[in-house]
């Protein structure tokens, strides 16, 4: 049997993978997907038993999932999009188990269907450290005895010739006496002081020279009692196509600004808010009313063709932490496994949110693999214990209004189809109920 590399495995270790894969399939990541655990069984056991490299899209879909041998990859994508979770679900099972020893870890790597083998050496016992028996120094080398000396074991060392007096160090010159370096101490201590004085008594600046950073407290900035809807790394105002207004990037702290102009991103009319992206380790200081309130954060992976393969989904190449006031509220995020593929709009939205004590809503966003990353956030008021409702006219590119004066929101959130609006409507009749 081999590994993924095509290096031959002896019996212990083949038995090692086949306990790692039976631990995994009946982990919490995989026990609830019959697809997934099906999946990984398989090219694990075709990694260890079959030729090496032979693991395709094709051979896969033909022999695990029925399709026929001349399907279409192109519509039938059920190998890419099971591979993608599966690779999401192995990183969120080793994640989880972080600091638990595995003799070998399971690894589906990018653009890749062969499994790898990660061997993780035992621990190193400390052994205890055994004195070596000492040896018999040999007998040290006798002087010649000369003519004129007695024996080397009755001989006495030569006396030295006595050292004349060392000269007493010339006196200092009077300016270096301690009056001097007492006055020179005191007037480093009143410049210090005063260094100090100013320091304490200076206005608070913001951490980032390219930030805006609230300062509420010092009267900077007066909560935000509306709508805010900011667009993440962007200087300039947008109107969407529902008549919303995005104002430009304020209240952060840290992070890096990137513009992707010509990128192309689904699921969404407005790419545009999808292309300005702060990106790091960051956080944002938002002044808000007391009240209770919405949050929208919108993410999109661009970018990625420029640094992985074709075949790739690009899953788990990115996971950083979000947190709201000092608690997380998504933890090993991964973009692309949570919008199902890169450059495809992703919304998250959570509910019941409201300023901390000091007035400020601290939104934090760490990295743990690669950056973190986000495109937009939306902060809308709403009454506790209600949603904010949402109308869509699909296949229209704006806002509208209705007779009962309800809004209506340009369309959003799909994949595919064909948008047709005509202008008269046909099943306007007895079956139909015309609008108040």
Not at 293 to 318: C, V
Request: one cysteine or more; charged letters at 20%; glycine letters at 8%.
């Amino acid at each position: 049997m081999c590994d993924g590399q095509g290096t031959r495995l002896d019996e212990s270790q083949t038995q090692a993978i086949l306990a790692e894969l039976s631990h995994l399939l009946e982990s919490a990541a995989f026990r609830n997907s019959k697809r997934c655990r099906e999946f990984l069984g398989y090219i694990v056991e075709h990694t260890l038993n079959g030729p090496v490299g032979t693991l395709k899209e094709r051979s896969i879909g033909v022999e695990l999932f029925q399709l026929p041998q001349d399907f279409d990859t192109g519509q039938h994508t059920i190998v890419r999009v099971t591979a993608n979770e599966v690779r999401k679900k192995l990183a969120q099972h080793y994640l989880a188990e972080d600091g638990t020893c595995h003799p070998v870890k399971i690894h589906l790597s990018p653009g890749s269907y062969g499994v790898e083998f990660r061997w993780e050496a035992p621990p190193e016992t400390t052994q205890p450290l055994v004195p070596a028996a000492e040896e018999p120094a040999p007998p040290a080398a006798q002087p010649p005895v000369l003519p004129d000396q007695p024996p080397a074991s009755s001989a006495q060392p030569p006396a030295l010739p006595a050292q004349p007096p060392t000269p007493p160090a010339p006196a200092r010159a009077k300016w270096l006496s301690t009056p001097v370096i007492a006055c020179s101490i005191a007037a480093l201590l009143v410049a210090v002081g005063l260094v100090l004085w100013r320091l304490q008594t200076a206005k608070p600046v913001t951490v980032d020279a390219k930030s805006s950073a609230v300062r509420l407290a010092a009267g900077g900035n007066s909560p935000v009692t509306g709508d805010l809807r900011m667009i993440a790394g962007s200087t300039n105002v947008y109107l969407d196509r529902s008549a919303q207004t995005w104002g430009p990037d304020r209240f952060f702290t840290g992070g890096n600004v990137m513009v992707r102009p010509a990128e192309k991103v689904l699921r969404t009319l407005d790419p545009d808010i999808y292309r300005h992206l702060r990106s790091g380790d960051f956080r944002y200081d938002i002044p808000l009313a007391p009240g209770n309130y919405e949050l929208h954060l919108h993410f999109a992976e661009t970018g990625l063709a420029d640094f992985i393969s074709a075949e790739s989904s690009g899953e788990g190449q990115r996971l950083f932490r979000v947190s709201v006031n000092g608690k997380n509220i998504l933890n090993a995020f991964d973009v692309v496994a949570d919008a199902a593929g890169a450059n495809i709009a992703d919304e998250r939205v959570f509910r019941n949110i409201s300023p901390s004590e000091d007035g400020f809503l601290h939104l934090g966003f760490a990295a743990m693999r690669s950056t973190a990353l986000l495109n937009g956030i939306e902060v809308l008021p709403v009454d506790a214990g209600k949603a904010k409702p949402l109308r869509i006219r699909a296949g229209w590119t704006a806002s509208w209004q209705d007779p009962s004066g309800q809004a209506w929101q340009a369309d959003n959130y799909f994949m595919g189809g064909n948008a047709l609006v005509r202008s008269t409507n046909p099943a306007q009749g007895a079956n139909s109920i015309a609008p108040r």
